[in-house]
């Protein structure tokens, strides 16, 4: 009998509305999304603490429970990065669709810092600090005891959002590639989705709770942080005991409190303009119109 494969991946970028759009398609009952987002299969080249599944069986197995009727993606929001793994996907299925989330390169990366510090990836907490220790990191100095993953500290070229897209596109069917605005899914989220939708071949639109998922947060406790990401056997079996007794959103919530809006000083601001003044130009070529940030020189 032959096993279901994904028909169309969302490929990133992190802090992009991914994990909200993910949310909104496992609402539509043509279509099937694991519970386990982020496999990253088809990027071998991270760690395990990333790439969770090695083998194609157990990559498979994500999507056995899909229906005939329904068609089957999956999100692994570090895809984009990685040109080979692209290549892989369209190796693993011509035919595949992507869907490419972007926003303001400068916006996304103070973004995806917060996040790596409530996954205790990252232990600068001042943004500016993390900036400049990119070289030293590189050199293998600095890393963060709890980092899955040193190369994903390279802020300076995970924010290459633009160079990033013109890498999908060289390799993506025009046909076959869709590309999100952030800013435009705030703005109208119906219309956003019904361009997914469409763009994935369904005509016909369901009742879709359009929350947003995963925004911006900090953490209360970091010693609280540091128990829940414990690979302490003891600890393990307490965290079992937790998970049965609280509903999931309240052990999420528990420890999180509305990330504080941070501001930019202008060096660093003119350094991370310079960093991607390219990647702004291609981005606002591609949307035809110009990107929006929320951070200006102070």
């Known amino acids: 009998m032959p096993r279901n494969k994904p028909d169309f991946f969302i490929i990133g970028a992190p802090k992009c509305g991914t994990t909200t759009l993910y949310s909104w398609l496992k609402q539509h009952p043509g279509i099937f999304m ?3 987002k982020e496999p990253h299969y088809f990027a071998q080249n991270l760690s395990d603490r990333y790439c969770r599944i090695r083998s194609e069986e157990s990559y498979l197995d994500l999507f056995k429970d899909a229906q005939a009727r329904q068609i089957c993606g999956e999100a692994s929001v570090l895809y984009g ?5 692209i290549q892989e996907i369209l190796d693993f299925n011509p ?3 992507f869907i490419f989330m972007l926003r303001h390169p400068i916006d996304m990366i103070i973004s995806y810092h917060g996040q790596l510090l409530v996954n205790l990836e990252e232990d600068r907490k001042d943004f500016e600090v993390a900036w400049y220790l990119q070289d030293k990191r590189q050199k293998g100095q600095n890393i963060p005891p709890l980092s899955k993953d040193p190369q994903l500290l390279h802020y300076s070229q995970i924010g290459a959002l633009g160079r990033h897209l013109n890498n999908i596109k060289n390799l993506v069917p025009h046909d ?4 999100i605005l952030l800013d435009d899914m705030g703005a109208d989220p119906q219309v ?32 609280l942080q540091r128990f829940i990401f414990s690979n302490n056997k003891i ?5 079992s005991v937790i998970k049965l007794i609280l509903p999931k959103k309240i052990r999420l919530s528990l420890n999180k409190t509305k990330r504080k809006k941070r501001s930019l000083n202008n060096n660093l601001h003119k ?28």
């Open 81 to 85: 990065f990685y040109p080979q793994s």
């Open 192 to 223: 956003e989705y019904l361009k997914v939708l469409n763009f994935l071949s369904f005509d016909t639109m369901c009742q879709i709770d359009f929350r947003r998922e995963n925004e911006a947060s900090a953490v209360r406790y970091i010693w």
């Open 271 to 298: 350094d991370m303009l310079k960093q991607y003044e390219g990647d702004i130009s291609i981005l606002e070529v591609h949307f035809q119109k110009p990107l929006k940030s929320s951070y200006k020189e102070v």
């Open 95 to 97: 035919k595949a669709k």
């Open 34 to 36: 694991p519970e386990s």
């Open 176 to 179: 076959q590639l869709l590309t």
């Open 235 to 239: 600890l393990k079996i307490l965290k």
